[in-house]
């Protein structure tokens, strides 16, 4: 993407204390944005905010699951630059993987929560101040993933939640296009981040032997194509769901 493309547009980036969230944060201030790095993880979204300096950053505390939680992040997020963000991601996440006979309720629970839910808590609060502050060219990415559409075994709640993405955005695409907002997700396949640290080395190498390119992805691959999608050079892009995985399938 291009230096400055993103001038004078404020990003609110959630899940902004690492991985791909935090690649996110990185691109969008290069690309000229004022960047509000978000996290459960309040030490963590400083410390992504820190490395890009107080005048392009700023962090937030939030709890996606947690409509108080969100609410309260709206009105914090209003005060740190002056206006509403107009670009928004979801990267906030968690896997609690597990065989289905075996999956505690939590753990289905938890996934959804963060992972659906918080997308929906997250995405209405903040295209209601984009609406309120008559905003133009808003723009919303969701992370869904590859898993989606793998359809993995051990994965039924993580899968679940990720194909609910895909479907979310497409029905909030719809939505908010009169309001000059886009709404688009992107599946990454396997990117290497603490969330897939925790994977099992004996699948990260099937996954690298499956994938045409060989390799895991960085999350600097992800976060520059969620900067095409905030940014105004994806104007007709909208609704849209990318894979962003090497050619894994
Ligand atoms: P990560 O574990 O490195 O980072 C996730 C961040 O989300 C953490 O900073 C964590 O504190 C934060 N978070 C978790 N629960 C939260 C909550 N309730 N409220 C606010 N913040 C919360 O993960 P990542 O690899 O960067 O993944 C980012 C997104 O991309 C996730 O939605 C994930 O499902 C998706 N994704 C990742 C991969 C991958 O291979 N890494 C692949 C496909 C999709």
Redesign the pocket.
């Known amino acids: 993407m291009s230096v400055g493309v993103l001038a004078g547009k404020v990003a609110l980036v959630?899940?902004?204390?690492?991985?791909?969230?935090?690649a996110t944060c990185r691109i969008l201030a290069r690309d000229g944005a004022q960047v509000i790095a978000?996290?459960?993880?309040l030490q963590?979204a400083q410390e992504t905010a820190r490395e890009l300096g107080s005048e392009r950053s700023a962090a937030l505390e939030?709890?996606?699951?947690s409509a108080q939680s969100v609410q309260s992040a709206v009105a914090e997020a209003l005060g740190k630059f002056s206006k509403a963000p107009s670009i928004v991601v979801?990267?906030?996440?968690?896997?609690r993987d597990g065989y289905l006979l075996k999956m505690p309720e939590r753990d289905y629970d938890d996934v959804y929560?963060?992972?659906l839910k918080?997308t929906f808590l997250v995405t209405q609060a903040f295209a209601k101040a984009m609406i309120e502050q008559k905003l133009e060219q808003g723009s919303i990415v969701n992370?869904?993933?590859?898993?989606a559409r793998m359809n993995n075994v051990g994965q039924a709640n993580?899968a679940a939640t990720?194909a609910g993405v895909i479907s979310f955005t497409e029905v909030a695409s719809k939505e908010f296009g009169k309001f000059g907002i886009r709404v688009n997700c992107i599946?990454?396949?396997?990117?290497?981040?603490?969330?897939?640290a925790v994977v099992p080395d004996s699948v990260k190498e099937q996954v690298v032997q499956r994938c045409p390119l060989g390799r895991l992805?960085q999350?600097e691959e992800?976060a520059e194509v969620i900067a095409f999608l905030a940014s105004p050079q994806s104007s007709y892009v909208n609704g849209a769901a990318i894979e962003v995985t090497g050619g894994l399938k």
């Open positions: 959630t899940g902004a204390g690492s991985g791909i969230g935090r978000a996290d459960r993880n963590a939030v709890d996606v699951s979801n990267s906030a996440g968690i896997t929560g963060v992972n918080g992370l869904s993933s590859i898993v993580y990720k599946l990454p396949g396997y990117i290497d981040t603490p969330m897939v992805g999350p992800i």
